[in-house]
């Protein structure tokens, strides 16, 4: 796999994933925070993935937990993305947690979301197939969605990626949207040997930090899987 460098992830508390309201969205090809007419709502219901403070508590805890895991610190080397994703989809709430990877057996068990008050009980893991290379990628509205050619393939897909797949897995009715956001966090093991990658993120000798991000395979997916603009507005769709 070619080697990229992370980009510098943002520090302000309204730290984004996968790009910003002004980007133009790769799916659609009109830029995010485009509205509909001179006074209409915006196209996009969600034009930036922004996180959140009270989730960065979720993950937080779910850190916590799994640093006092005795099972899990008898791995040594383990290094993965978690993260959390809440979303307000037709006046119903979902809350998810996912671990990177393409494991069978993820990471974060249900005994690790123990102690987590905000919305407690209602966290359900998110573990979606994701496809290997750039065809049959799902939006967050269920709709089938295919990258760039120039997109590389993620052997094991960041937390990001299977929490907003996971989303369109439930092929919601999408009249509105209150709000879709995020936290991710890393988790690297003390004697972790492919972590630099991550460690990037947030700086050597760090155990975990709450400024992680995907990597740059992940953050440029993002923008396909958050578009929900519906196909008559698509020139190529
Ligand atoms: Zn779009
Ligand atoms: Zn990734």
């Not at 959140?52 to 383990?78: C, E, F, T, W, Y």
């Not at 590389?152 to 897909?157: E, H, I, M, S, W």
């Not at 989303?167 to 009715?173: R, S, V």
């Amino acid at each position: 796999m070619p080697k990229t460098k992370p980009s510098k992830p943002d520090t302000d508390v309204n730290l984004r994933h996968g790009g910003r309201a002004t980007d133009t969205c790769p799916r659609c090809h009109y830029v995010r925070n485009k509205k509909e007419s001179e006074k209409g709502k915006l196209l996009h219901g969600i034009p930036e993935l922004t996180d959140s403070a009270k989730l960065r508590g979720v993950v937080g805890q779910i850190k916590d937990n799994l640093m006092r895991d005795k099972s899990l610190v008898g791995d040594p080397a383990a290094v993965f993305m978690m993260g959390v994703l809440e979303a307000k989809i037709n006046g119903g709430e979902y809350y998810f947690y996912a671990s990177s990877g393409r494991t069978a057996e993820p990471w974060i068990k249900p005994k690790h979301l123990d102690g987590i008050t905000y919305h407690q009980g209602k966290w359900t893991l998110a573990n979606p197939t994701l496809p290997m290379n750039n065809k049959g990628w799902l939006t967050v509205r269920g709709e089938k969605v295919n990258l760039d050619e120039d997109i590389q393939g993620v052997t094991r897909p960041c937390s990001a990626v299977k929490l907003l797949v996971a989303l369109g897995e439930k092929h919601l009715d999408w009249n509105s949207v209150d709000y879709v956001r995020m936290s991710e966090m890393v988790y690297v093991g003390p004697k972790a040997e492919d972590a630099r990658y991550m460690r990037a993120w947030h700086g050597q000798g760090a155990t975990n930090s709450w400024t992680a991000g995907s990597c740059d395979a992940c953050q440029a997916r993002i923008p396909y899987l958050i578009c929900d603009v519906s196909r008559g507005w698509l020139v190529n769709p």
